[in-house]
């Protein structure tokens, strides 16, 4: 069993400043992709930013230069720096993470979501 633990979204007024976490435990042997999307109201959910477990990243164009995605692989956490906020950035942000658990067998397992909302 693998569980995903977010933190740290909230309110923030337009060019704020968030930073999200999303620890895992669990049956993890080892971590290749973390990732996180969000999901706005009426839309379907979109990818933010992945990273490798080397530190190669990539980017929705919609956050370039403004989010920055890091990891600690000690820690099995991903973050998501969050600056320069805009209005459409409001969704509930998702993270992700895929890998291979304790037995050798592949996982891909969602955290529970944070809302951020990004307004005046």
């Known amino acids: 069993q693998v569980q995903l633990v977010e933190s740290g979204g909230g309110l923030v007024q337009p060019g704020g400043s968030l930073r999200l976490s999303c620890a895992a435990s669990g049956s993890i042997l080892s971590i290749n992709i973390m990732g996180w999307y969000r999901q706005a109201p009426g839309k379907q959910r979109e990818l933010v930013a992945l990273?490798?477990?080397?530190?190669?990243?990539n980017y929705a164009d919609s956050v370039k230069g403004r989010f920055t995605i890091s990891r600690d692989n000690a820690k099995k956490t991903v973050y998501l720096q969050m600056n320069s906020l805009k209005p459409e950035d409001t969704a509930v942000y998702y993270c992700?993470?895929?890998?291979?658990?304790?037995?050798?067998?592949?996982?891909?397992?969602w955290g529970q979501g944070t809302q951020v909302t990004v307004s005046s």
């Open positions: 990273i490798s477990r080397i530190g190669s990243t």
């Open positions: 992700n993470v895929n890998g291979y658990d304790t037995s050798d067998y592949p996982i891909n397992y």
